[in-house]
């Protein structure tokens, strides 16, 4: 028998000492094989009657808190009552079907989307129960939930980027200050040029934002009350001070997200515009506010909407991104700054080709 298969085996017998622990309650009531097989297979472990049964034989002979009532026959058949009921009646050493499979299967989905919002020296400790539950879902191949990880994916409506290099000990010193309350003094560069000099702040973490493949921490700067962003690779160094950090008052992060997650003013505007039919067919699915109007089609193909948005450069990048299948019609000013946006590119295309027939 090979080790894969052993430890499946040892793995089921515990699940199923766990699941007669968890029936018989306090009461402690007999519960059936049908009523274990049923609960391990709601739980999504491909299990047979037959294979519980010979589990059951021997941890009868391993655990002394497990009882059994037998009230069938040599042949099996129930003479009355309960057929093989069981009991979990120890008080103190309880039995332990250590990670289940739902337990592993959330471990993954969470190693996978969520880890990299999780502090750091929290990661570190789950290394060892990430293991475990990708160790589970191996155990139990025939279990169709063990293949969920696989037929669930996540895709950013975004140009893919790769996640800027981060210093993980910056990343670790900035995860203890934010959980401890406590001030950081960085060394930071405002941009990546070339000549661009390295500055000393002392920050207040307020918060972690992930925009995208990069981080930030939402932070007050020295002794102002304005909270803005800094990104985290562009940190040099990081030192936790001995002094709290100061609190915002009333900040939200989620709220701050909003308006400032996406940069520009962040100020409320209603949004006019006409986009072919298309588009609009796709922003009734996914519309871009509550209030999100959008008219019949014209004689030109294209129909109007009308939306309460909040004026960020991701508007921006979204406009010129749908490129002729939208045309903005208010505010004025953004139609301008997008009016001045295609007309440099379409410059920039121009000298462009003229430089290349040259060639």
Not at 50 to 72: A, F, G, M
Not at 84 to 105: F, M, V
Not at 157 to 170: F, G, H
Not at 312 to 318: A, N, P, S
Request: hydrophobic share 35%; glycine share 4%.
């Amino acid at each position: 028998m090979s080790d894969q298969k052993s430890q499946a085996i040892v793995q089921r017998r515990l699940l199923a000492l766990e699941a007669i622990r968890r029936l018989s309650g306090i009461s402690e009531r007999w519960v059936t094989v049908t009523e274990i097989v049923t609960d391990l297979k709601q739980q999504g472990y491909a299990v047979e009657t037959h294979s519980i049964r010979r589990d059951l034989k021997s941890l009868l002979e391993t655990y002394q808190q497990l009882d059994c009532n037998d009230n069938s026959n040599a042949a099996g058949d129930i003479k009355k009552g309960l057929a093989h009921g069981y009991r979990w009646s120890g008080k103190d050493n309880q039995a332990t079907g250590g990670i289940t499979l739902p337990e592993a299967l959330s471990l993954v989905m969470v190693e996978r989307y969520l880890s990299q919002s999780l502090p750091v020296l929290l990661t570190r400790s789950l290394h060892d129960i990430f293991n475990k539950a990708h160790q589970s879902l191996e155990l139990h191949k025939k279990s169709q939930y063990t293949h969920w990880p696989d037929k669930f994916c996540v895709v950013q409506p975004a140009q893919p980027l790769i996640p800027p290099t981060i210093n993980q000990a910056i990343l670790g010193t900035v995860h203890e200050a934010l959980l401890n309350e406590k001030q950081l003094q960085v060394s930071y560069l405002a941009t990546m040029h070339a000549d661009s000099k390295l500055k000393s702040y002392r920050l207040h973490p307020q918060g972690l934002l992930q925009r995208g493949p990069v981080t930030y921490l939402a932070a007050m700067t020295n002794d102002y009350e304005e909270v803005y962003l800094y990104a985290l690779q562009r940190m040099q160094s990081a030192q936790i001070l001995e002094a709290d950090c100061r609190h915002k008052p009333a900040f939200n992060l989620t709220d701050f997200a909003e308006k400032k997650g996406h940069f520009g003013s962040a100020q409320a505007i209603q949004f006019k515009a006409r986009i072919c039919d298309h588009l609009a067919l796709m922003l009734e699915e996914t519309r871009l506010s509550e209030n999100q109007l959008i008219s019949a089609v014209d004689g030109t193909g294209f129909r109007k909407i009308t939306a309460n948005i909040t004026n960020t450069w991701q508007l921006r990048w979204w406009i010129l991104g749908e490129c002729d299948r939208i045309e903005v019609l208010e505010p004025e000013e953004l139609r301008q700054e997008i009016i001045d946006s295609l007309s440099k590119c379409q410059k920039q295309y121009t000298t462009v080709t003229l430089k290349v027939g040259n060639i």
